[in-house]
């Protein structure tokens, strides 16, 4: 394994300095081997670096830092006096852009090159807005549009340039010519595909300083991290075929792992800054069905049963593995509401609309903001029918929203407008909103990190309430199922969260007996 990381040349095995602490970990049973000079300097160093330390926030930022974020600041600090890219892996809603703004100012005042940085377009707004608020004396510019070509000319007049993903695989060619100070990947799982033409394109970029946002607990996703360290330390991690074999190799290769890589990841969670964020509580709602949407849903129910487990021995189930999917999520739509399949019904009731509209009324009565949220845009448009009649102010944000900073700033701002539908896709990165104290999960998502980024667009630094969370889940129906299968049975759970067909070859008759009963 130590060999494969490193380059041959004659006798030796040369390695980059990012690879150090991983093969200190490695060599740590090897008491024979020889290093050169270089190594053991590098190595010397980090064995008497005596911790990250706070560091003193930049006159020109706006604001207070917190404990947490001065130490982020400090271990970026770090990472620059060593030359290392690293990923700060800091939960959702604890301010991982307000740490690199201030860093990024620190850098702006020693006259270096402009910093890159490179993030999902829903953030563009995002970044530019907490720019302005922290440190207005930073010079953005967002390069993206058609007209972007001249923006390039312009780039040494500016201290921060942001761009998105889509911008930076279709310039790639003009951008690597350029040598950045810093380059930032926020939401860097974008990434973690090292094959994708935006992780290559990545991995060209030239810079002093390479930085990986992303709040994934990324030591839980070991084979993410091949491609996302390639772009922080090139070559750090060996050929990915090398990589994939060591962490397959067992527990003990994981442990040398995490060791190896402890100083390039900067992970805070929640739990362990609590006394900085308020309290947050979360609660299942079990909704029960009304004799209508009950008999819709055993009739579809009951078609399922029939087309997936029916013929003797549940043969069916062999030949109509594609249609699991499809099945379980009509049996979500219909336990949302009946409108989703049938437009004709989407007047009528349905538990969960029921439940929701009673509580929202009560809430706003008492001077408290709600995002709701669900997955299904169709179902959101029913929400809004019933806020229009029930006479509620409300936000809306889906995919096709164009303003969204402006209907962001209005349900921030606006003491009238108490509720704000957003949908999955469009709202469960990047938005801060801490004028609402209260959050509801139409239709749960089985995948608990994504349920987490969407509590915590209103449970982050900034909030000075305590979050309450609710899920609403409609009692015997698919949702209940789901749930007790990812305590059963993960793998299957993670087939339906992941939409992942190739797991669902390990489908059985009993688990759709469960899932369909």
């Keep these: ?7 041959v040349q004659d006798e030796h095995v040369r390695f980059a300095p990012a690879q150090v602490a991983l093969l200190d970990a490695l060599l740590a049973t090897r008491t024979e081997v020889d290093v050169d000079e270089k190594f053991a300097e590098i190595r010397g160093r980090l064995e008497s670096f005596e911790g990250i330390a706070e560091a003193e926030q930049p006159d020109e930022f706006r604001g207070s830092l917190r404990t947490y974020q001065r130490e982020g600041l400090g271990w970026l600090h770090f990472l620059e006096e060593f030359h290392f890219g690293g990923c700060l892996a800091d939960d959702m809603g604890l301010g991982k852009t307000v740490q690199v703004i201030a860093a990024l100012a620190q850098r702006a005042t020693n006259e270096t090159a402009p910093s890159l940085v490179v993030m999902p377009r829903s953030l563009l707004f995002n970044w530019a807005e907490e720019c302005e608020r922290f440190c207005p004396m930073l010079k953005v510019l967002e390069y993206s549009g058609l007209d972007r070509a001249e923006l390039r000319e312009t780039f040494d007049q500016y201290h921060v340039i942001l761009t998105t993903y889509g911008t930076l695989r279709r310039d790639i060619l003009e951008l690597k010519d350029y040598r950045f100070d810093y380059v930032v990947l926020d939401e860097a799982q974008t990434i973690k595909n090292a094959g994708s033409q935006v992780a290559k394109a990545s991995r060209l970029l030239d810079a002093n300083h390479r930085l990986a946002l992303s709040g994934t607990p990324i030591e839980n996703h070991l084979g993410d991290l091949w491609s996302i360290f390639e772009f922080l330390n090139p070559g750090m991690l060996g050929r990915s075929s090398l990589f994939r074999r060591f962490t397959d190799d067992g527990n003990s290769n994981r442990h040398l792992l995490t060791r190896g890589l402890a100083p390039f990841i900067l992970r805070r969670t929640k739990s362990e800054v609590a006394a900085e964020l308020p309290s947050r509580f979360e609660q299942t709602i079990h909704c029960r069905m009304g004799e209508d949407q009950q008999r819709q849903y055993d009739e579809m129910r009951e078609h ?23 099945a379980l999520l009509r049996l979500r739509q219909v336990a949302c509401h009946p409108g989703l399949l049938k437009p004709e019904l989407a007047e009528g009731d349905s538990a969960k609309l029921d439940t929701l509209g009673p509580l929202l009324e009560e809430l706003i009565g008492e001077g408290h903001k709600a995002l709701v949220f669900s997955q299904f845009t169709s179902m959101l448009a029913i929400v809004r029918k019933r806020l229009d009649r029930m006479g509620l102010a409300y936000e809306y944000l889906d995919g096709q929203t164009r303003d969204r900073k402006e209907r962001i700033d209005h349900f921030q701002q606006d003491p009238d407008c108490g509720i704000f539908l957003i949908s999955l896709k469009a709202g469960g990165l990047g938005l801060n909103l801490t004028a609402a104290d209260y959050v509801f999960l139409l239709d749960p998502w089985w995948n608990p990190a994504v349920e987490m980024q969407a509590i915590d667009r209103a449970h982050r630094v900034g909030q000075t309430r305590p979050v309450f969370a609710y899920r609403l889940i409609c009692e015997g129906t698919v949702e209940e199922k789901i749930t007790e299968l990812q305590q059963q049975k993960r793998e299957l759970a993670d087939a339906i969260l992941l939409e992942n067909r190739s797991v669902l070859k390990n489908l059985t008759k009993d688990d759709l007996e469960l899932l369909l009963s």
């Excluded at 394994?1 to 380059?7: P, R, V």
């Excluded at 043969?315 to 249609?323: A, C, E, P, V, W």
């Design 304 to 326: 399922y049963r029939q087309s997936l487990l029916g013929g003797e021995n549940g043969q069916g189930l062999n030949t109509s593995k594609m249609h699991v999917l499809e």
């Design 1 to 7: 394994m130590i060999g494969q990381l490193g380059i």
